[in-house]
C-alpha cells in the first residue's frame, strides 16, 4: 500500500498554522504544546468582548506574579523511559486486561467470541500493519457497522498512535466526503458492503485512500483486516505516545451546519471511560450491551470502560428487539444501554412475558427523557436500578446521572448530579456562577473535556470561555443539588417577554397518547416577537385535532406556554443519528406569519 499525504493532526490551529509532526506525531517547536493551548493561542486573533476584560487581565497578572518562576519551580527529570512507565494510552486498555484476564470473553459478534487475548493479538498484528504503512500520528477514518473486526482495528489504531475518526454509516456522500477531506484522513478502514455502495464506491475511487477491508472478501479495493494482520507480530509496539496527543476526532451530528471534529486526547477518553468504571461499578464480571454504533462516542465511552475494567461487550448490528432479550439470557447480560423507545420495545416484544431478566444488575438508558411509566414497567419487569446518563460528544461521556427511582417526585428532565469525571455549574453570559435556582447555561470542566474543535479554533475559544467547558444546554440545580435540564440555549423561545422552553411543551405534547414525536420552535411574529409553533407527528392508526392538542396541553402549562399554532406533519427533520433538526423547520416556515 503507498501512504499518501500526511494527515497528520499537527495543530488545531488553520492549516497555514500547521508544521510537519516529528517522527513520534508530536508537535515540533513552538507548537509542541498542548492542543488545548494551541487553539486558544490561534484564537487570539479573534476579537471577544467581555463586560470585565479589566478585572480579568488584572486577575490574571495577579494569578502570574503568584505563580513561582521557572527558575525557583520545582523540577523533576524526565526521560522517554520515564514517560513510558506512566504514559496514559488508550491501546494500553486491551492489552492490559489480556494480562489479567487473558481467556474472559472482551468481544461477543454472533457466534465469533474474542478473549482478551485474542483480541489484543490481533488488535497489536494491526497496529504494527499501520505502523509499516503510515507515520505515526496521522488520522485513519472508520466507516463500520458493529463487529469484532471493528473493535480489532479500533484498538490497532490506538496502539499505533494513529488518530481514530469514526464516521456514522448513515450519512450521505457529501456529509461523508466533508468529513474524509476536513480529517485529512490517510487511511480508510471500511465494512465491505460500504464499499460496494454505489455513491461510496465512487467516492473512494475519486479521493484515492487507501483502505482496509472488514467483514469481508478480497477484492473490495484493498486488503482484508486478515490479509493486512497476517504475519505481524502480536506483541504490543513500542510507541511513544503522549497522554495529551490526540487520540480521536468524533464529528458532531451537525444539526445547524457543517459538522465539527471534536479531538480528544488518550487522557480526556481514558479518564472518562476510568470514571464511569467507578460511578457505575463496571467490573470484569460484567457483560454489557453493544446496542449503540460504536462510531457514536454514546457506545464508545461504555465499550472503552468495559475495556479498561476486562468486562465483556456483546455487539450488535441494528435493534431487533426479539434478538436482544435472546442475548440477555443467553449471554446473561448484566449492563444494559439503550434508548428509552429500546426499553419499550423490548417489553411491547411478545418474547417478555417469558424472557429472563435476571442477570441484569443495571439498566442505563441515555439521549432522550424516559417518561415515568416506562420507568415503572422496566423496573417491575427487567431491572430496578435504572439510570440516565448524559454527556457531550465534547466531554467524553458520562458527565451527569440521574435515578428517576429515588427521585419519583422529579420529572423525566432531570439530569441528576455530575459523576467523578468532572465539576457542573450553571453559569450566566458574563461568566457568573449562579445559585440554586437561577437558570444559566450548563458548564463543566474535567480532564474528559476536549482538546478543541479541529482547524476550529474560534469555535473552541467560545465554548472554552471563563476556564469553563459550555455545553449550549441551559438548566438550574434545585435545593437539593439536583440539575434540571431545560432546554438548548438557542431553542429557547422568548414570547411577549416571556421565556418558553420547548422542551417543556413537547413534553406536555408527549403527553397526549395519539403524538409519537414533536418538535416545537419559535417562529417570527409581528406582535409576539416569536410565536410557540409545534409540530407533531401522530401514532400509526390514531389521530388528534389541534383544537384537542391544545386543550390538552392547557391542562400543564401556562397559557403564554401553550403552541399559537399546531400543525400535523408526516415527519420531522432528523440527523442521522437521530437529533431533531429544529433549524429546518425555522427556515421553513420562518414566514409563516410574515406572509398570513
Known sequence: MRCLRGGRLAALAPPTERVENDRHGRWPGRQLKRPAEASIEASTEVSTEVSNEASTEASAEASAAARPSEETMFQMPSSPERDRIRRIALGDAVYRSALRFGERPAVVDGDQRLSYRQLDAASSRFAHFLGREFPQGVQVAMLCANSADMLVAINGIHKAGNVWVPINTMLDRGQLEYILRHSEASCLVVDEEFCRQPATATLLAELGLPRVVTRGAPGAGGPTLAQACAGQPDTLPEREIDGDAPALILYTSGTTGKPKGVVHSHASAHFGATANLCSFGITERDVITGLLPLFHVGQHCVTLAAAIGGASVVVSRGFRPDEVIDDIGRERISFFVGLPMMYGAILASAKAPAADFSSLRACVYAMAPMPRALVGRIAERMCDNILLATGQTEIYPVTMSFRPREHPERDANYWG????????????????????????????????????????????????????????????????????????????????????????????????????????????????????????????????????????????????????????????????????????????????????
Open 417 to 596: 448530579i455530575s459523576t467523578i469525571a468532572c465539576e457542573t455549574a450553571v453559569m450566566d453570559d458574563a461568566g457568573r456562577l449562579l445559585a440554586p435556582g437561577e437558570v444559566g447555561e450548563i458548564v463543566h470542566r474535567g480532564a474528559n473535556v476536549m482538546l478543541g474543535y479541529f482547524k476550529d479554533p474560534e469555535a473552541t475559544a467560545a465554548a472554552q470561555q471563563f476556564g469553563w467547558h459550555h455545553t449550549g444546554d441551559l438548566g438550574m440545580f434545585d435545593a437539593g443539588g439536583q440539575l434540571l435540564f431545560l432546554d438548548r440555549k438557542k431553542d429557547m423561545i422568548k414570547t411577549g417577554g416571556e421565556n418558553v422552553a420547548s422542551i417543556r411543551v413537547e413534553t406536555a405534547l408527549l403527553g397526549h397518547p395519539a403524538v409519537a414525536a414533536a418538535a416545537v420552535v419559535g417562529l417570527p411574529h409581528p406582535h409576539w416577537g416569536e410565536a410557540v409553533c409545534a409540530f407533531v407527528v401522530a401514532r400509526p392508526g390514531m389521530s388528534c385535532t389541534p383544537q384537542e392538542l391544545e386543550e390538552h396541553c392547557r391542562k400543564t402549562l401556562a397559557k403564554f406556554e401553550v403552541p399559537k399554532l399546531i400543525r400535523q406533519v408526516d415527519a420531522l427533520p432528523m440527523t442521522a443519528t437521530g437529533k431533531m433538526q429544529k433549524h429546518v423547520l425555522r427556515r421553513q416556515f420562518e414566514r409563516l406569519y410574515a406572509e398570513a
